[in-house]
């Protein structure tokens, strides 16, 4: 007696990939760094999705880029395996650490 095959029916909605979201305070050079990580040649997993949030018309601070990151997160389902990423440099003249930390207090509580 031969076993019974199932049929196979793939869940509506279903998605099997892990994705990343990136925000950065930068729009180009960042950009290209991380958006490569979805080329075969350097990262050959299907299992994973790197997404880039780049800067928009200079608005780089750091709550900016945060603020990027929360609405990619109200406008698209986020599931629990995923990630959220800021990158964000300190320059002498740029950002304060308490700009900083303050994004990071509130990134923990959201």
């Known amino acids: 007696m031969g076993r019974r095959?199932?049929?196979?029916?793939?869940?509506?909605?279903?998605?099997d990939?892990?994705?990343?979201?990136?925000a950065t305070e930068g729009q180009k050079t960042e950009l290209k760094y991380f958006s490569d990580l979805n080329a075969e040649e350097y990262f050959?997993?299907?299992?994973?999705?790197?997404?880039?949030i780049p800067s928009e018309a200079g608005r780089s601070a750091p709550r900016h880029v945060l603020q990027r990151l929360d609405d990619f997160r109200r406008k698209y389902k986020i599931n629990e395996d995923d990630e959220l990423w800021m990158v964000i440099d300190r320059d002498f003249?740029?950002?304060?650490?308490?700009?900083?930390?303050e994004c990071a207090h509130r990134r923990t509580t959201i």
């Open 5 to 15: 095959r199932k049929g196979f029916k793939r869940k509506s909605g279903f998605r």
């Open 93 to 101: 003249h740029s950002w304060t650490i308490k700009e900083l930390s």
């Open 44 to 52: 050959p997993n299907n299992n994973v999705k790197v997404e880039v």
């Open 17 to 22: 990939a892990r994705l990343f979201v990136i």
